[in-house]
């Protein structure tokens, strides 16, 4: 290269010397000789030789009106004979100007045009418009000692004088590229600080978008700060049309209650209507667990992941009595044994007449109504009591209880006899320690009178 260089150099001032004793202008010189410079080796002997041919013929006859034109003649000749003969290479390199500002030095105009074409055929992909450096770009030949860059070089150099793009970080979003930044780490720390606003403690919280960065030419239009692109990707930014979306994946753990049946057995060992619970139901509960994945609040994926019985169901199983019902038999409970109003209750009581503590209810009614048995049973007792119940029907019952009818005007039972609910079993008067026609009704548990009313229904 140096080599080279010294080589020009001194074709240079062989040149200037001889443009001197041509009287001519350097400068029209140098013009004349970097055109013929720019012709391949072969062309300049060629040349040469031509020169040679018409100096050896314009020496014949040299008139005074020649003598300029040979004399200049000569010098080109010389001046052609050092460059091709003393340097194996053109010295001439080729400034390449960006806007009027000389920005390097290739080697050839085919160089340069390469290059324009190259950055043009970039810039349009780049733009994804048809871009042309058109007036942007000249080249000018220089002869002075300048080293031509290679071609990749002053391609970048060309593309970096391109105010249309700039080489950064390049912003894809879904493999699109919407914007650019300086600096890479800007985009990762704005998306962690989106998911970290977003963050919930049972859920994977994420961008449902792929957000990648690339260096290299992008458009200048899409650089962005970092406080553009915050706005840009926001979420929450409905304007922004490259508004990431929040994906978060969660597990929902879904309880099911299945309620017991009941199951009835028949069971011919108990009367009809009578019962028993053989087993008691519990309800079964089943957990299914989901994988969800939620975007932008809207459910898009749910997938059952897994189903269990926590509990399992087990049926109530009831019996049920089957065989027929003697009438007779006791229910439990007891009805009321007569129409009428109650004139007194059970307890203590202010009376000029019996007891003042109260051990049944008074029923009132009409002579001679009928009174029911309040369930069924045996009958214990039927007709005169002494001791001021007058006339008396007593019922045992198949629990044990008792019930007690008296003042009746007559029974219409007798001892031993099985009677069933709402039989008649004696009618209304007014016998014994009575005041008026009523039914005495007593109830007694154990033998101890209790309070009819709260057995009563
Ligand atoms: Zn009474």
Redesign the pocket.
């Known amino acids: 290269m140096k080599k080279i260089m010294c080589a020009a150099r001194r074709a240079a001032d062989s040149v200037s010397a001889a443009a001197k004793a041509a009287g001519k202008r350097t400068a029209e010189l140098k013009a004349e000789v970097l055109s013929a410079a720019a012709e391949k080796r072969s062309a300049l002997v060629k040349a040469v030789s031509e020169k040679k041919t018409a100096f050896f013929a314009a020496a014949k006859d040299i008139s005074p009106k020649n003598r300029k034109k040979i004399r200049r003649t000569a010098a080109i000749v010389l001046a052609l004979v050092v460059i091709a003969s003393s340097t194996p290479f053109v010295p001439v390199v080729y400034a390449v100007s960006y806007e009027g500002q000389e920005i390097g030095y290739v080697s050839s105009k085919e160089d340069a045009q390469q290059i324009i074409d190259d950055v043009e055929y970039q810039a349009s992909e780049i733009l994804g418009e048809n871009f042309s450096l058109e007036d942007r770009v000249s080249v000018t030949s220089v002869i002075s000692g300048r080293s031509a860059a290679e071609n990749d070089e002053m391609e970048k150099i060309v593309l970096d004088s391109v105010e249309e793009i700039e080489e950064l970080y390049g912003v894809y979003i879904d493999g699109e590229l919407v914007a650019a930044v300086k600096d890479e780490a800007t985009v990762d720390s704005i998306v962690s600080e989106i998911v970290a606003e977003y963050e919930e403690d049972d859920a994977y919280v994420s961008i449902n978008e792929s957000v990648a960065t690339k260096f290299g030419y992008v458009p200048s239009s899409l650089r962005r700060d970092a406080v553009e692109l915050r706005d840009m990707l926001d979420p929450e930014n409905e304007e922004s049309e490259y508004a990431l979306s929040i994906k978060k994946a969660y597990i929902v753990r879904e309880e099911t209650t299945t309620p017991f049946e009941t199951e009835t057995v028949s069971d011919s060992s108990m009367y009809e209507g009578q019962s028993k619970v053989i087993q008691n139901g519990v309800d079964g509960v089943s957990v299914a667990t989901y994988a969800v994945v939620e975007i932008d609040g809207v459910v898009v994926e749910n997938t059952l992941v897994s189903e269990k019985v926590e509990t399992e169901v087990v049926n109530k199983r009831v019996a049920k009595g089957t065989k027929e019902r003697p009438s007779t038999i006791s229910y439990g409970s007891y009805m009321f044994p007569t129409n009428g109003q109650i004139s ?1 209750y059970f307890g203590y009581r202010n009376v000029s007449v ?1 007891s003042s503590y ?5 029923i009132w009614g009409s002579y001679g109504q009928a009174i029911w048995a309040a369930d069924g049973g045996e009958v214990t007792f039927a007709g005169w009591n002494n001791g001021g119940y007058g006339y008396l029907v007593v019922i045992r019952h198949d629990n044990g209880e008792e019930t007690y009818y ?2 009746c005007s007559s029974v219409a039972v007798s001892v031993g006899e099985r009677v069933f609910q709402g039989q008649t079993i004696a009618y209304m008067g007014a016998t014994g320690t009575a005041s008026g026609v ?1 039914v ?1 009704f007593e109830v007694r548990v154990g033998g101890t009178p209790v309070d009819p009313l709260s057995c009563l229904k």
């Open positions: 007194s019996g109260h051990q049944g209810l008074d008296a003042h009523h005495h």
